[in-house]
């Protein structure tokens, strides 16, 4: 059961658009796309969900192309509360997840 | 307020000691899983259950128990077999039926050795 691929790592500023993309090179024809945001000593909290194409709540927005092989995660004018760690697990089946490294967004003043 | 609640937040055992780390929800979840965190690196599953009185291994099971007697609760045990504790404890659950509905996740449990 693969994992999935993501930057370890990414800077931005205030105020900047960040979009953090992820490959799913294994994903299933039932799985959806799934990101959670982590910060230290606190458990991951749910962003966003999508199958395909875009998907807009409050605080991102996933892009999920045609071949769903990707997906790209976009958070609007970032502050710096949104430093934290970004997760795209896949999936193992059972619905369980199965977590990479993460990417770890540090946004500067 | 529904959620899920971890305890405690910080725990010590030491050498040859069982532990048990807390979790319980009232979001009426039937599926709820274990997952341990190392420093610097993603979350791995120790244990998950679907529905009451059934539970399955996870990755990385070994030298870990748990039990799942009420639909809320889905205690861990580190046993004196793990040789390896120290790490960042974490409990999620999900609703299971239609759709693809997202795991969420308590804050944490953190254990170390004296």
């Known amino acids: 059961l693969a994992k999935t691929t993501q930057p370890i790592s990414m800077d931005s500023y205030e105020g900047q658009e960040v979009n953090i993309t992820c490959s799913h090179n294994n994903i299933a024809t039932n799985d959806y796309i799934t990101w959670y945001q982590q910060f230290p000593s606190q458990g991951p909290r749910f962003i966003i969900q999508g199958y395909k194409t875009k998907v807009t709540n409050e605080v991102a927005s996933l892009f999920i192309p045609a071949d769903r092989k990707s997906s790209t995660l976009s958070l609007p004018r970032v502050s710096l509360s949104d430093t934290a760690v970004y997760y795209c697990p896949s999936s193992g089946g059972y619905n369980k997840l199965i977590f990479g490294a993460g990417t770890r967004l540090a946004v500067h003043p | ?114």
């Open chain 2, 1 to 114: 307020d529904g959620g899920i609640t971890q305890s405690p937040k910080y725990l010590f055992r030491k050498e040859g000691q069982n532990v048990t780390l807390s979790c319980e929800q009232n979001l009426n979840h039937d599926a709820m899983y274990w997952y341990r965190q190392d420093p610097g690196q993603g979350l791995r599953l120790i244990y998950y259950s679907q529905i009451v009185n059934d539970f399955q291994k996870g990755d990385i099971a070994e030298g870990y128990s748990v039990s799942r007697e009420k639909k809320e609760s889905f205690p861990l045990t580190v046993t004196s077999a793990q040789k390896n504790p120290t790490a960042f404890y974490l409990c999620a659950s999900r609703p299971t039926g239609e759709g693809n509905q997202p795991q969420h996740f308590g804050d944490g449990t953190r254990l170390s050795i004296l």
